[in-house]
């Protein structure tokens, strides 16, 4: 039955999952993800580059404390926040550095 239930979730997955023009923060998961053509590390500790679309993508430290490891990538209009805790999404650095900090002591 488990088998059955994945496989009919996947089957009503796979129609979404198509190209878009722009990433954006509602079609981010279902979209197809293209490969970075560019790849650069920033002064700051994060990253930046060119997908192969050619949108652009960054990906930055919140905070340049050593002991907050908590990044936010961006790319088109699609952004969330990564760190050693997990990736989530939040509506400002503010909320993602609170969850953050939630996350580091439970």
């Known amino acids: 039955m488990q088998i059955f239930t994945a496989l009919f979730a996947a089957a009503l997955l796979i129609p979404f999952s198509t190209h878009a023009d722009t ?23 994060g990253f930046a580059g060119r997908l192969e679309n050619g949108s652009t993508f960054k990906q930055v430290p919140v905070l340049s404390e050593p002991s907050v490891r ?6 088109d209009d699609a952004y969330f926040y990564i760190s050693d805790q997990g990736t989530f999404q939040a509506s400002s ?8 900090s939630y996350l580091t002591t439970t």
């Open 23 to 45: 990433y954006t923060n509602q079609n981010f998961l279902f979209t197809y993800h293209y490969k970075p053509a560019t790849f650069s590390l920033l002064a700051n500790g």
């Open 93 to 100: 650095n503010l909320v993602a550095l609170s969850i953050y």
């Open 70 to 75: 908590l990044h936010k990538f961006v790319v």
